[in-house]
């Protein structure tokens, strides 16, 4: 189609404008959206050249079906002010200040206890915890038995709780 072919389509929108806005509306369950899809489809053809629509009234309708469904997606984007609403309330999983100070204390704390572990007690035990490591995966790196590195285990922990105060 050329220009006039393009004329033609604005000219028979114009014509049948009711008749679409009325199937738009049914098929879309909105007679606003059908309404704002039409004149979107207005202006899409303003100066746009159009070639070989066999069906100019299936074109059209088809033409401003596709606007109705781009409008909808653009605008199910947005929040909704409940939306916005229900966001602002929710409570934020980050711990506050006083959480982190709090757990900088207990850090510091047990830091200090694991100091005072003796050297092999500590090292099972950052073995274990830290790095990792399964108990007989440990028992073989320090050349123990599987108990002996179950019981500096346990021995630590009760320790480094009894430090802290658990």
Sequence with gaps: ????????????????????????????????????????????????????????????????????????????RYLTGAEVEDLLGMADPAPGPADTAQSRSELELLIEAMEELPERRRAILLAVRV??????????RFGVSLRLVELELQRAQEFCAARLGR
């Design 1 to 76: 189609m050329s220009t006039s072919a393009t004329l033609g389509l604005l000219e028979l929108l114009t014509l049948r404008y009711d008749d679409l806005r009325r199937r738009l509306t049914r098929r879309l369950g909105n007679a606003e959206l059908a309404s704002d899809a039409l004149q979107d489809t207005w202006l899409r053809l303003q100066g746009k050249q159009i070639e070989g629509a066999e069906s100019p009234g299936a074109y059209l309708f088809r033409m401003a079906f596709n606007v109705a469904i781009d409008r909808q997606r653009s605008e199910s």
């Design 131 to 140: 790095e990792g490591l399964t108990q007989p995966e440990t028992a073989r």
